[in-house]
Each structure stands twice: as structure tokens, then as C-alpha cells.
């Protein structure tokens, strides 16, 4: 889309250049396919480009795994493969490439598409914003005047297409801690079509062998995550949902009424539950990672398919 109302693209990393009518340009794809009004009814007047930070993408640490906001999906899509990892004994790398592929993304999307573009624009059907809550994963902000703070990814989307920044803030970079990276794991997506924005995206994860943290993206507004100590039975995992996520917190749009993504909510998370209460080495039964009526599996070198982040 053309934005006609830009005077000019500068490029820079430091927050002090931002005023009014200014926007932060990484990879572009929601900023060029929102055009000039995409924050708001005033047109944006400048882009603060940072195609040129030379932010490095992907950091790995026996702390865990730093994610520069600029990271693109494809990059974040092979690091599971890179030698890095090799020595690493982190299970909750499977979810990597599930949520890259819950972009359904065209090859176009793909390599321009940030982690940190995804989490900004803050859609309930996020992948990016799904894994980083998902794996307690802390994003690191930087603001006017040299100042830097600290927030939890499941925190920083406040609703749909709402966040914590303030203006002028940049999202510098993700942290995954290795504890979270060390977690038994397990995802459930599910979208109304073969080729559609995930209307319902959970990740569960087994802390330390016994202890519970199931993550709610894309049925809701916002991420919601629970907690237990233990591994819950049904009831009280239900009844844990009940308590957590009130009516109006579900997610009503094109892709799912309230409704439907509450009961399938209950679903996944119950699934997500019965499969990390088995023993480790038991067999997945089929749709264990996705439903197989609703799989998709892009990746870089499919250009045909549609875009759905």
C-alpha cells in the first residue's frame, strides 16, 4: 500500500528521535498493509527505520535464548537446527516452528516479518506474542532519555491490537529463559479454515516435571496464562479456566465467535493436559500438535500460499 503522507524515513534505533506522527518501521508488513492511518485517525508523517541497527538476531546463552525484535520468522523458523542448539537439552524448541507456522504466511511474509513486529501489533492471533508468553519470555524496552525496563511478554499485549508501550518506546529484545526452554511441552492450534488466522492457540508447559503453566493466545484478547503447582485433573483444570478468563475476554471476529473459541478452549487446554499427564515417552496420538483437519505447514520455500498473521 502506498503511504502517501510520509515526509521522510530516517534511520535510527534511539528512542529520542520519536515525535508525534512518527512510526517504527522493522520488517513493514503490517505498516504497509495498514497504510498511513494504522495507529490511529492522524496520519503517520515519518518512519524511524530500523533496517539498519545491525541488532544480532538470535543470541543463544546457558541462560536461555535473546531475541533481537528484529529477528525475522525465517530466522526464528531454522534455529532449531543451528549448531548452537546442538548441545541443548530444551524440549520447548518443538513449539519454534509450529508457531512460525501459525503465520500461514506467504514467503514474502516470511523474511520480512519481525518477532518483534508481531508482538508490537499485538493481534490476539499473534504466533510470535502465543510462543514468547507461552515460554515466560521477558521483552526488553527501550524509551527517551537512555532509560530501559522490563516486562513479560504475557503482559505487554494489554487487548486486541493494544500494548504497553509508551509513545516513543522501541522493543529492543525478547528473552526466552532457559528454564522455560527446558520444560516438557505441548501446542494446540485451530482455525476455522485449512489456511486461516488461529482462532484458538494454546501452549502447555510442564515445569520441572510436575508443575503446570498453560498459556491462552488468540481465543482471547489478550494472553491469558494459569498456573498450578501440580498437574491438575480436568475439573480443576475447567474449573481454573472458569475463573481465569471471564466471558468478554474472549475474542469476537471473522475468525471465531466468543463462543466457539471458549468451548474449544476447553478443549485444547484439556488435551494439552491429558497428553503432558502421560509418561514422556508415550506416543502422541494423532493431532497432537495440530488437528489434522485444520494442518497447515508453510515454510520459506512455499510462495504460494496466503497470508494469515
Not at 85 to 113: E, G, I, Q, T, Y
Not at 219 to 231: D, E, I, M, S, Y
Amino acid at each position: 500500500m502506498d503511504m502517501n503522507t510520509i515526509e521522510a524515513v530516517v534511520r535510527t534505533t534511539d528512542p529520542a528521535d520519536w515525535r508525534d506522527g512518527d512510526a517504527w518501521l522493522a520488517g513493514g508488513t503490517v505498516l504497509f498493509s495498514y497504510g498511513s492511518y494504522a495507529f490511529g485517525p492522524e496520519p503517520l508523517k515519518r518512519l524511524l527505520d530500523l533496517g539498519s541497527a545491525g541488532w544480532t538476531p538470535v543470541a543463544v546463552t546457558d541462560d536461555g535464548i535473546d531475541l533481537a525484535a528484529t529477528c525475522t520468522v525465517a530466522e526464528l523458523y531454522a534455529l532449531p537446527e543451528s549448531p548452537d542448539l546442538a548441545r541443548r537439552d530444551w524440549p520447548a524448541l518443538d513449539l519454534f516452528r509450529p508457531s512460525c507456522d501459525s503465520f500461514v504466511a506467504s514467503f514474502k511474509v516470511w523474511n520480512m516479518s519481525t518477532v518483534g513486529g508481531n508482538i508490537c501489533t499485538a493481534l490476539p492471533a499473534g504466533p510470535m506474542t502465543s510462543l514468547c508468553a507461552g515460554l515466560d519470555a521477558v521483552a526488553t524496552i527501550l524509551g527517551p532519555g537512555g532509560t530501559t525496563r522490563t516486562v513479560p511478554v504475557a503482559d505487554f499485549v494489554t487487548g486486541d491490537g493494544t500494548n504497553s508501550l509508551a509513545p516513543g518506546e522501541l522493543l529492543r529484545s525478547i528473552h526466552l529463559p532457559a528454564s522455560a526452554l527446558a520444560s516438557r511441552v505441548a501446542f494446540r492450534r485451530l482455525s476455522l479454515s485449512n489456511l486461516g488466522r488461529s482462532g484458538v492457540l494454546l501452549i502447555g508447559r510442564l515445569d520441572g516435571g510436575t508443575s503446570l503453566v498453560l498459556t491462552v493466545t488468540a481465543a482471547t484478547k489478550r494472553p491469558v496464562q494459569l498456573r498450578f503447582r501440580h498437574l491438575p485433573d480436568a475439573a480443576e483444570l475447567a474449573a481454573a479456566l472458569d475463573d481465569a478468563v471471564p466471558q468478554n475476554l474472549y475474542h469476537n471476529d471473522i475468525h471465531g465467535l466468543p463462543a466457539w473459541r471458549q468451548d474449544m478452549t476447553y478443549r485444547l487446554a484439556e488435551e494439552i493436559r491429558a497428553e503432558l499427564a502421560a509418561p514422556e515417552s508415550a506416543p502422541r496420538v494423532s493431532g497432537d500438535f495440530w488437528p489434522p483437519q485444520v494442518r497447515s505447514s508453510p515454510s520459506p520455500h512455499e510462495p504460494t500460499q496466503q497470508e494469515g498473521a
